[in-house]
C-alpha cells in the first residue's frame, strides 16, 4: 500500500493552510474524496444526466440502470441478499428518520390494521383503515438507545416516543467508554420494541459488539438497528452475518459525495413499513380517493434522488474494494496508535474514550485548557481537527467536559501527519498553560 | 483616550508581531487579564450561548460612562473580549454605538467575530452595543 500513491488521487489534501501544509484529521466528519469519485459525478452530468425511472427514452435508461446498478454494488458491498433490500437516502441522519417515523407509524399508530393481509411485493394500501386514531398512545412503547450516541440517533428516538408516548431506555456505558452489556440485558428485559445503537462512536472511538448486541435484542424480541455512519470506511460490514434488521450509513464518511447514504432494512420488515415521504416514484397506482405504493424499494425513495452521487458511491466503493481492505485497516490502526502514543506524552492529557477496541480516531482534552482554545491553536499550524461536543452532548455530560479535541484519520493520512499532531497539541498546549 | 485611540494603541502593539503565535500569546495574555465578571452575575441570565465556549457580560453605567466585565472558558474568546472591553470600557454609550470595528480586521482577528465561528463573539459584541443602546435611552 503506497500511501504517496493515494494521496495523489486526493488533490485537496495537497494544500496549504496559513502558510502550512493542510493535515487534514477531521475524516470522521467527512473524508475526502478521491479523483476516481470526482470524475464518476462529473461525467454523470456531462454525458447521463437524465431523471430515472420515467422516461422511456435512452438517456433515461442508461441512467436508470446505472442507478439500480449502484444500488447492487451497495447491497454486494455490505453482503445484503437483496438489492431491493437498500433505500437510498441523503446519508445517516435522513435513514435515521425514515426508521423512526415509519417504525412509529407502524407500532404504534395501528398502522399494522392497514396491511392488506398476505401483503406482497406492491406494498402497502394507504387508503385510511379508520382504527388509526382510535388506537391512540401507548404507554408500552419503549425504545432502546446507548449513552453514546450521536444526536442523529438518538432525537429521532426521542421525538417519536414523545410523540407516541413512551419511553426512551439509555444501555449506560463505563469510564472507558464500554457499554454496560449487563445493563443492556436488564434493559431488554422492559420489553423495548426497538434496540438503536452505533456501531463506533463517533465521539468515543469505541466498537460496539454489535452483534452479541443484535443477538441479545432478538433474543427479547426487539429490532436491531445499527448506525453505522463510522465504520463503513474503516470495517468490513456484512449485514446477514450481524443479522441486524437495519443498517443506516452516510455516502460522504466513505470517500463518496454528500448528499447519498442508505439504509439497509431485512424485506419483511421494510414490506410492512409505512411509507414517510410521499410523491413521484414512490406510488403505484393514484386516484383521488387512494394511492398504493410501488413494491420495495421505492416505495422508501420519494421524489428524484441524487443520482449522480450515487453513482459516486458505487465508485467509491469500488475504490475502496481496490485495495487490500485488512492492510488498509492496519495501516489506520497504526496512525492511532502512534498518535495515541505521542499525545499520551503531553501533560494533563485525557483521552475520553478508551475502549480495548476502538476505531478511526482519537478523543482528549487537556486539564486546564478549553478544546475550542486548542482547536483554534493547533488550526493556524494547518492541522484540521475538530472540536466541541461533536453532536453527542450527552456523552459531554457523562464525561462532566464541555467538548473534546477529536483528531480522525483515514487511508491518506501518514505518519508524518500524525508527528505534526502531536507537535503541535505539544506546542499549543505550551502556549496555553 | 478616545476610542479611535485606544484602536490605534491595539494595531500598533498587534504590528509589533509578525508570527501569529506572538499575536496569539499576546491575545492569550489579555485574556488572562480581562476583568472578570462579578461572580453574582457569573450565571445564565447574563450567559451568552455560543455553543463551543460560553460567555457571561455584564454592563453599568458610571457618571455617564459604561463599564463591561466578563468571563469565558475558552481564553482565547477571553481575550478577543477583553480587547473588546479596552476599546469600549470607560467610553460613553453614543461613542460605542458610533464606533468603527475595522480595527478587528487590520489585526487579522475579524474571523473570529464572523457568524460561522460557534465562539459566542459575535452575540457577545451585539450584547455589548445593545447594553450601550439601553443606556442611551436611559439618560435621554
Ligand atoms: C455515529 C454517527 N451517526 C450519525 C451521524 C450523522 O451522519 P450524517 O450527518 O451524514 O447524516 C454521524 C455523523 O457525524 C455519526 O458519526
Not at chain 1, 63 to 81: D, G, H, L, Q, S
Not at chain 1, 132 to 154: C, F, P, Q, W, Y
Not at chain 2, 3 to 18: L, R, V
Request: with cysteine; aromatic share 8%; glycine share 8%.
Amino acid at each position: 500500500m503506497d500511501i504517496n500513491e493515494i494521496r495523489k488521487q486526493f488533490p485537496v489534501l495537497d494544500q496549504q493552510v496559513y502558510g502550512k501544509p493542510l493535515v487534514y484529521l477531521d475524516n470522521a466528519a467527512t473524508t475526502q474524496k478521491p479523483l476516481c469519485v470526482i470524475e464518476r459525478e462529473r461525467d454523470y452530468y456531462l454525458h447521463e444526466n437524465c431523471n430515472i425511472h420515467r422516461g422511456v427514452h435512452y438517456l433515461s435508461q442508461m441512467a436508470t440502470e446505472a442507478y439500480e446498478n449502484a444500488r447492487k454494488t451497495v447491497a454486494r458491498f455490505i453482503n445484503a441478499p437483496e438489492s431491493h433490500e437498500i433505500v437510498f437516502t441523503r446519508g445517516t441522519t435522513e435513514s435515521l428518520n425514515l426508521l423512526a417515523t415509519s417504525l412509529g407509524m407502524l407500532f404504534f399508530d395501528g398502522y399494522r390494521a392497514s396491511i392488506p393481509s398476505g401483503c406482497d411485493d406492491h406494498g402497502l394500501s394507504a387508503s385510511p383503515s379508520g382504527d388509526a386514531s382510535s388506537v391512540g398512545r401507548n404507554d408500552s412503547i419503549k425504545i432502546l438507545i446507548t449513552a453514546m450516541e450521536h444526536h442523529s440517533n438518538l432525537v429521532p428516538w426521542q421525538q417519536m416516543v414523545q410523540r407516541h408516548g413512551g419511553e426512551l431506555l439509555v444501555v449506560p456505558m463505563d469510564d472507558n467508554g464500554v457499554l454496560d452489556i449487563q445493563a443492556y440485558e436488564e434493559l431488554l428485559k422492559q420489553r423495548p420494541q426497538i434496540v438503536t445503537m452505533a456501531h463506533v462512536s463517533n465521539t468515543l472511538a469505541t466498537v460496539n459488539p454489535i452483534k452479541e448486541m443484535i443477538r441479545l435484542a432478538h433474543q427479547y424480541g426487539a429490532l436491531a438497528v445499527v448506525d453505522g455512519a463510522q465504520s463503513m470506511a474503516h470495517l468490513p460490514i456484512d449485514v446477514q452475518d450481524l443479522d441486524c434488521d437495519f443498517f443506516v450509513f452516510s455516502g460522504h464518511k466513505m470517500y463518496a459525495p454528500m448528499g447519498i447514504g442508505g439504509l439497509y432494512g431485512k424485506t419483511e420488515w421494510l414490506e410492512k413499513m409505512p411509507p414517510y415521504q410521499f410523491g413521484g416514484e414512490m406510488v403505484d397506482t393514484v386516484s383521488f380517493e387512494k394511492t398504493t405504493f410501488n413494491k420495495l424499494p421505492f416505495k422508501f425513495e420519494a421524489g428524484t434522488p441524487n443520482v449522480g452521487a450515487a453513482l459516486g458511491l458505487e465508485t467509491a466503493i469500488n475504490f475502496i474494494e481496490s485495495f487490500d481492505r485488512q492492510e488498509v485497516a492496519k495501516h489506520e490502526d497504526a496512525l492511532l496508535a502512534a498518535a495515541i502514543e505521542g499525545l499520551s506524552k503531553i501533560d494533563g492529557i485525557r483521552f475520553i474514550g478508551q475502549a480495548p477496541e476502538r476505531s478511526g480516531l482519537v478523543s482528549f482534552i487537556i486539564d486546564g485548557i478549553h478544546p475550542y482554545d486548542l482547536g483554534t491553536i493547533i488550526d493556524k499550524m494547518g492541522v484540521a481537527v475538530r472540536t466541541g461536543h461533536h453532536c453527542a452532548e450527552p456523552v459531554m455530560t457523562r464525561f462532566g467536559i464541555p467538548g473534546t479535541v477529536r483528531a480522525s484519520f483515514a487511508m491518506y493520512n501518514t505518519m508524518e501527519e500524525v508527528e505534526v499532531l502531536v507537535k503541535a497539541v505539544t506546542r499549543a498546549s505550551n502556549m496555553l498553560r | 483616550m478616545t476610542i479611535k485611540e485606544i484602536q490605534q494603541g491595539i494595531i500598533d502593539d498587534f504590528s509589533m508581531f509578525d508570527d501569529w503565535m506572538d499575536r496569539y500569546a499576546m491575545l492569550i495574555e489579555m485574556g488572562k487579564e480581562c476583568p472578570i465578571i462579578d461572580e453574582q452575575y457569573r450565571n445564565d441570565q447574563y450567559l451568552i450561548n455560543g455553543c463551543q465556549s460560553r460567555v457571561w457580560l455584564h454592563a453599568e453605567l458610571k457618571d455617564g460612562k459604561v463599564y463591561y466585565t466578563a468571563d469565558s472558558d475558552a481564553v482565547i474568546t477571553k481575550g478577543i473580549i477583553n480587547l473588546l472591553i479596552k476599546v469600549f470600557s470607560g467610553q460613553t454609550p453614543e461613542d460605542i454605538l458610533s464606533a468603527d470595528l475595522s480595527f478587528l480586521d487590520e489585526i487579522g482577528l475579524k474571523e473570529h467575530l464572523s457568524p460561522t465561528r460557534s465562539n459566542g463573539l459575535l452575540s457577545m459584541l451585539k450584547q455589548m452595543l445593545l447594553y450601550a443602546e439601553a443606556f442611551a435611552a436611559s439618560t435621554k
